[in-house]
């Protein structure tokens, strides 16, 4: 069982930074992925970006530029730096790891990009 904690969310102006953490308990396998979704309100769960152990990553177009992910495998912990945020990335924000057989979630959390 894999239970996730995020922090870093908040409000932001546009233009400002964030860096979102999460911290995984429990076994982490070097198969996994981890990174982040994303939901806004009415819309669907959207994927922001995805690092493998080896840090092999992918980025949705929306975010690619703006964003970084990194992972710290002995901490068992992933990383999402955001830059140049805009209101459209107003959203709750998700860790999740992913394996073959299933996927964990954290419980989210909330960021506002608004002047």
């Known amino acids: 069982q894999v239970q996730l904690v995020e922090s870093g969310g908040g409000l932001v102006q546009p233009g400002g930074s964030l860096r979102l953490s999460c911290t995984a308990s429990?076994?982490?396998?070097?198969?996994?992925?981890m990174g982040w979704y994303r939901q806004a309100p009415g819309k669907e769960r959207e994927l922001v970006a995805g690092i493998t152990s080896t840090s092999m990553t992918n980025y949705a177009d929306a975010v690619k530029g703006r964003s970084t992910i990194s992972r710290d495998n002995a901490k068992k912990t992933v990383y999402l730096q955001m830059n140049s945020l805009k209101p459209e990335d107003t959203a709750v924000y998700y860790c999740?790891?992913?394996?073959?057989?299933?996927?964990?979630w954290g419980q989210g959390t909330q960021v506002t990009v608004s002047s």
């Open positions: 429990g076994s982490i396998f070097g198969d996994d992925v």
């Open positions: 999740y790891v992913r394996r073959i057989a299933r996927i964990y």
